[in-house]
């Protein structure tokens, strides 16, 4: 008889020590999950915002190139102007 009682006992303790188990990685997988679904989300925030930028700095870097043209065109019509007037011989 206690020899079926520390049998019965040992498959108990057995039983709880592999559920407990069970238990605690279903847990650490969940709260796993949790935190990679967060830092996804985190990494797409990241990724859209730097997309947002890249387009206004294309915007500006635009502005700025037509800028250089215009101002090229100014100063070469103003020189010959100025040669014009101030550079005639005779």
Do not use: C, P, W
């Not at 999950?33 to 990241?46: A, F, H, T």
């Amino acid at each position: 008889m206690e020899l079926t009682i520390a049998l019965v006992l040992s498959i108990l303790g057995s039983v709880i020590s592999v559920s407990n188990f069970v238990i605690n990685r279903k847990d650490k997988a969940v709260k796993d999950k949790g935190e990679q679904d967060k830092e996804s989300s985190n990494q797409q925030l990241i990724d859209y915002r730097l997309g947002q930028v890249e387009k206004k700095l294309d915007k500006i870097l635009d502005i700025l190139d037509s800028y250089e043209e215009d101002t090229k065109k100014i100063v070469k019509e103003e020189m010959e102007k100025h040669i014009l007037k101030y550079h005639q011989e005779g």
